[in-house]
């Protein structure tokens, strides 16, 4: 399991120096950190838990002056120490980085009161009261509390046990399903490698060679190198701090908060539809047209807000709102965001982007605002997607998902878009339903495909691959033949298999005509020619080579037609067979039939194999049988 571990709290409460006692790492980059004893930008580190995951560590400022980088950080934390020095408690910073957790949908954290060694029992008790009437109504309000001196060493073994146990219960997986995406944090270049960007992946997975496209500079590129905590490494998962080395752009084109995806994935946007949620704490009433500052993912942008349902929004209310831009970005729905006020700076608010790429709206359309309301509610959704999860590995049609959900099928093709867009499904339209899997089944899909296969050709290099009919009942023998063929196709569409009649192989599979191949096909013919028309049976043929891999070999030459089998006759070389049907073919033109003692004696062979071969040339329709005689066909 990939996980991300971000501090929050207010400046000086010890959230660089906890991470260094955890990891023994310090994360202060710059030199005006170091020199200044706060953390500016944000810093990262990772260290292993005692089990077997390796967590990464983003530390965010503590300092006002610098919340917008710690936003840029939130965006990819699972878990979250909300760090407060004991001898000072509850101070401004930890209640905006709170709010900002819990706008943001910030799920699992864990509270550390730190300089334990500064203070005494009676002091600690008021603390903790405090602390609790504050987390009240909040997604920490039943965190686990533990107390640590980052100087001592007290308490450090205790919290990474708290951390461990906390990942292990209720930290879920991100989406490795869906398409990767990995909003920008830094951006640099390196000597003799070229422009480097770091961030956090939120969902999917990346690897080396991939094309992706950097939005919303819409700049191609290809992924030349990946590291994972400092470590070089092929793939990418969501839920991994990442660095990745890509080519043909310039560090110049690039900035915190672009972010890559594959290429055509997203679309650039002006503007959002969104839910807005004011802070109760807030003392600033936002109206039609207020210019705020917006921050989602590593983006900070200027904003209009246009209110859609109400005149002014006042501290503890929600509304629906579209939000006008004033330089482009690149979300998904369901994306979450901050608002700060424009000036002075502080943060009012913030809420889910519930249309990445609206169409301008009119204020108080009540036509607008009931889609918006369908939209944002997304319930229906989500069980459909859960039942198709579920049942993937039997490809339901649409009509089969309206038994199990007990739902019209119009409602359930509604929802079937929205997961459509969202990447989070796959379809295959037949003429009278249509059928689908999640995601997710379908790299479990791919993965054991590819590995099938790859294993096959290792063992079987003179095979043109495996049968279809093989990998439909070692993966998907539950479903229906010609959708299955669809998602075969789906496959080589993508580019990962291709076909050959009824064979599937990886898409760069290719048979090696190498010295073996070469050694027993010269051998064979020799063979053959010596039996002329004497045809050899497959098994004596494979006896009398002798040769390593000749069954395969000679399947192969059969199969490219240098060989022919002719049913129970046996095997002969193509120039042989062809001569034979010319022997055949003109005698009846020239006499208009053959018995099979002519034929026998125009072969020089016996009875057996000219009634084969007549047999045959009947079969194919050379030749007819009339009486005792074969004519033309």
Known sequence: MNIII?????????????????????????????????????????????????????????HEKFIKNMLAGV???????????????????????????????????????????????????????????????????????????????????????????????EVEQRDLSTIPRLPIDRV???????????????????????????????????????????????????????????????KTDLYRGCVIAPVNAMKNTMMLDVKLNLLKSSRRIVENRSRLHLYTGTSEILCRVVLLDCDELSPG???????????????????KFIIRFYSPMETIGGGEIIEPVPLKKKRFDDKLIEELKVKEKGSGTDVIEKIIRENSKNVPSISELAKLTALREDEIKNSIEVLEDEEKITTFRLKNDIYLWHKSFEREIEEGIEKYLFDFHEKNKYQKGAKKSEVKSKFLPAIKQNVF??????FVQKGMLKMDGEFVSLAYFSIQHDEAYEKTAVAAEKILEEAKFEFLKQDELIQRLNLHKSEEIISLLIDEKK???IGELGITKMEIYDEAKNILVNFITKNQKITAAEYRDLLNSNRKVAIGLLEHFDIIKVTRRVGNDRVLF
């Open 6 to 62: 971000g501090t929050a709290g207010h400046i000086d409460h010890g959230k660089t120096t906890l991470i260094k006692a955890l990891t023994g790492r310090d994360t202060d980059r710059w030199e005006e950190e170091k020199r200044r004893g706060i953390t500016i930008d944000l810093g990262f580190t990772y260290f292993d838990l005692p089990d077997g995951n390796q967590a990464g560590i983003i530390d965010v400022p503590g």
């Open 75 to 169: 965006i990819g934390m699972d878990l979250v120490l909300l760090v407060i020095a004991a001898d000072e408690g509850i101070m401004p910073q930890t209640t905006e980085h709170l709010n900002i957790l819990n706008l943001l949908g910030l799920k699992k954290g864990i509270v550390v009161l730190t300089k334990y060694d500064l203070i005494d029992a009676e002091w600690l008790e008021l603390v903790k009261e405090d602390i609790k009437e504050a987390l009240k109504d909040t997604f920490l309000e039943n965190a686990p509390m533990v107390e640590v001196s980052s100087k001592t060493g007290y308490g450090i073994d205790n919290l990474v046990n708290v951390i461990c146990k906390t990942t292990e219960t």
């Open 188 to 250: 640099f270049s390196i000597t003799g490698f070229g422009t480097v960007i770091t961030g956090t992946l939120i969902s999917g997975t990346l690897k080396k060679g991939d094309e992706v496209e950097i939005y919303p500079v819409n700049k191609i590129s290809k992924v030349r190198n990946i590291q994972v905590h400092s470590h070089d490494a092929e793939k990418a998962y969501a839920g991994q701090r990442t660095a990745i080395n890509l080519s043909n752009v310039k």
């Open 317 to 335: 209310e929600s509304c629906y709102a579209q939000l006008r831009l004033e330089q482009e970005i690149a979300v998904r729905r369901g994306d």
């Open 485 to 490: 063929d669809l998602a075969i196709m789906s």
């Open 563 to 565: 060989l022919v089998k």
